[in-house]
Every structure is written in structure tokens, then in C-alpha cells.
């Protein structure tokens, strides 16, 4: 004899509730998890850019010559222009060869602005003109998500995170 066990199952009751819990835990996490995704996004910008300014000091005390990291909208040249927000290349001071270049970043609108079209290292890795300073910023900034790449007379780049203009 087999016996009847009721129905299996959940009540309409029971699934109404589990959706609107699921749905209260997920306003919370989206929006930490979107900011999450933007500082991400801001930090690799700015580590894109540090890593060329490290190339081009490695490679001015390797060569023993002047190396320019500079703002390039096409990735030949430099434009000439302190919004770093279309791309930079690093290429050597004396006759322009590109070492290497970085576009325009895809996934994210960023704006990178400069107070010089240019940082020059010298054949030793100190910085030719100044301490330039460049600003990394993505639209729909918010909080410290900004970041100042600083480079200091002897060539030594600093990073640190300040509020979004």
C-alpha cells in the first residue's frame, strides 16, 4: 500500500516572499557593487599611466637619452595638448621613435588632464621642467574615486586618491 505523502512544493505565499527578500538584498549590494566596478576602473586608468612613466624613466637611464611620455590622440605623435583623455605615448625626445603608446580606453569614459602636454625624463630619471602633476578622473566620479599621479624632480611617481572635482 503506498501512502500519500500531501503535495510537494511551495505556496504562492512562500515564493512572493523569497523574491521580495532577494529583491531588498539586492538594493543594497548593486550600488556598492557599481562603485566597486568605477574605483576599479579609475585605479587601472592610473596604472596605465604610471606604467608609462616608469618605462620612460627606465628606458631615458638605459638609453642615456632624453624620454618623453606625452598626451597623443593618434599614437604616432604628441598632440601637443594637457588632456591626456584620448591616449599618451612614450618616444624618445631626440627623433620621436614611439617605445610604446596607449589609446583612448574603451569600458568607462575617463578624463585625464595634465598641467603639461608633456613630462620629460632625463638620461639619469629626474624630470626635465618641473613636477608635472596629471589628474584621472571617470564621468560619474564620486567621492575619493579621483586620482593625482605625481612626479617629483628626481623622477620618483607618486600616486594618491583625492575627491572628484
Known sequence: MVKDKGQKGFTLMEL?????????ILSFGVPGFMSFID??????????????????????????????VCSSSDGVECSGIN???DG??????ADGEVLRSWPKRSGGAGVVTADA???????????????PQIGVQLE???????????VNGAGRISVSRVDCL
Open 16 to 24: 512572493l516572499f523569497t523574491i521580495a527578500v532577494a529583491a531588498i
Open 39 to 68: 574605483n576599479n576602473r579609475a585605479v587601472t586608468h592610473t596604472n596605465d599611466l604610471v606604467t608609462a612613466l616608469n618605462l620612460a624613466r627606465s628606458e631615458a637611464t638605459r638609453r642615456g637619452s632624453a624620454v618623453l
Open 83 to 85: 588632456d591626456w583623455s
Open 88 to 93: 599618451w605615448v612614450v618616444q624618445l625626445a
Open 117 to 131: 602636454a608633456q613630462v620629460q625624463f632625463r638620461a639619469r630619471g629626474s624630470v626635465a621642467g618641473g613636477t
Open 140 to 150: 560619474g566620479c564620486s567621492g575619493q574615486q579621483r586620482r593625482i599621479v605625481a
